[in-house]
């Protein structure tokens, strides 16, 4: 079964830190522009960040530039989301996506994702 499965989410207090990484199984991402996005309770899946399969191109939400970095790992398919200054509006699911076309902000250009991994800023 071709899956991307997430990791790394939790409950953070305001202005702290949490890594999330995404690794491939069932197949292989490597060659895969991935992306990340994010859903909020009642609100609409919003993207975040991606990444070109090379990892020479990034794009980011305006929401989260200057505080989020993405970064990939080809030799072990991982993509990883690096989120510092976080507070309570980044709460919501996130989930990691793949698609073979190029790194994109679009959530219909992707075709496979995770399970989606919470993350909850709080006090």
């Known amino acids: 079964q071709v899956q991307l499965v997430e990791s790394g989410g939790g409950l953070v207090q305001p202005g702290g830190s949490l890594r999330l990484s995404c690794a491939a199984s069932g197949r292989t991402f490597s060659r895969y522009a991935k992306g990340w996005f994010r859903q909020a309770p009642g609100k609409e899946r919003d993207f975040v960040a991606a990444?070109?399969?090379?990892?020479?191109?990034?794009y980011y939400a305006d929401s989260v530039k200057g505080r989020f970095t993405i970064s990939r790992n080809n030799a072990k398919d991982t993509v990883a989301l690096q989120m510092n200054s976080l507070n309570p509006e980044d709460t919501a699911v996130y989930y990691c996506?793949?698609?073979?076309?190029?790194?994109?902000?679009?959530?219909?250009?992707?075709?496979?994702w995770g399970q989606g991994t919470q993350v909850t800023v709080s006090s």
């Open positions: 990444i070109s399969w090379t990892g020479g191109m990034t």
């Open positions: 996506a793949a698609t073979a076309r190029p790194a994109s902000a679009s959530i219909t250009e992707y075709d496979y």
